[in-house]
T-cell receptor, first 113, second 113 residues
Framework: GAVVSQHPSWVICKSGTSVKIECRSLDFQATTMFWYRQFPKQSLMLMAT?????????EQGVEKDKFLINHASLTLSTLTVTSAHPEDSSFYIC?????????FGQGTRLTVV | KNQVEQSPQSLIILEGKNCTLQCNYTVSPFSNLRWYKQDTGRGPVSLTIMTFSENTKSNGRYTATLDADTKQSSLHITASQLSDSASYICVVSEDTNAGKSTFGDGTTLTVKP
């Protein structure tokens, strides 16, 4: 199956700064990648669909200007949390869809202090 | 609205015992149903994938069943081990061009010695 690498695995940043999270598909060319957010003891919530070479598609309620997504190549998508605030602290996970299943990155634990 | 409901929300069992997790869905048209295991602080890992024509699939000590008529699935874990402690997520995908996936809230399993 596809291997999806996410970096960093954890990050602590100050309130008001921006944080970039990378998602790489190591052995699978992905025209589409998905970004999820997961709060403690809750399931994954789809934030946006990252489309290679075009704009991302955001789920309702997700601020596109706050969560910037760039999918510049078939193997890399980035999520930038801009002007982060403590309420943005969460677990962020990316995924790549294979023919019948999704392959997830290891996740990034973001803590905004 | 497509929904995926999992039960129980949480479960505690003793090491060596068996358990069964449930997943009911209303997703239509149905494409596939997947069970994932998510360890705390990690991305989900695929356990089983079933399409409409499959009613059972095993992966080691994990056996998933699917009844497409009643729209129910179960994940049976045999001879549980401490390492089985995790969240188990049921995901159902639509058979459309978008192929949207709907996530269940997960069942948190704790295996105690």
């Amino acid at each position: 199956g596809a291997v999806v690498s996410q970096h960093p695995s954890w990050v602590i940043c100050k309130s008001g700064t921006s944080v970039k999270i990378e998602c790489r598909s190591l052995d699978f060319q992905a025209t589409t990648m998905f970004w999820y957010r997961q709060f403690p003891k809750q399931s994954l919530m789809l934030m946006a669909t990252s489309n290679e070479g075009s704009k991302a598609t955001y789920e309702q309620g997700v601020e596109k200007d706050k969560f910037l997504i760039n999918h510049a190549s078939l193997t890399l998508s980035t999520l930038t949390v801009t002007s982060a605030h403590p309420e943005d602290s969460s677990f962020y996970i990316c995924s790549v869809e294979g023919f019948t299943e999704a392959f997830f990155g290891q996740g990034t634990r973001l803590t905004v202090v | 609205k497509n929904q995926v409901e999992q039960s129980p929300q949480s479960l505690i069992i003793l090491e060596g015992k068996n358990c069964t997790l449930q997943c009911n869905y209303t997703v239509s048209p149905f494409s596939n149903l997947r069970w994932y295991k998510q360890d705390t602080g990690r991305g989900p890992v695929s356990l089983t994938i079933m399409t409409f024509s499959e009613n059972t699939k095993s992966n080691g000590r994990y056996t998933a069943t699917l009844d497409a008529d009643t729209k129910q699935s179960s994940l049976h874990i045999t001879a549980s081990q401490l390492s089985d402690s995790a969240s188990y997520i049921c995901v159902v995908s639509e058979d459309t061009n978008a192929g949207k996936s709907t996530f269940g809230d997960g069942t948190t399993l704790t295996v105690k010695p």
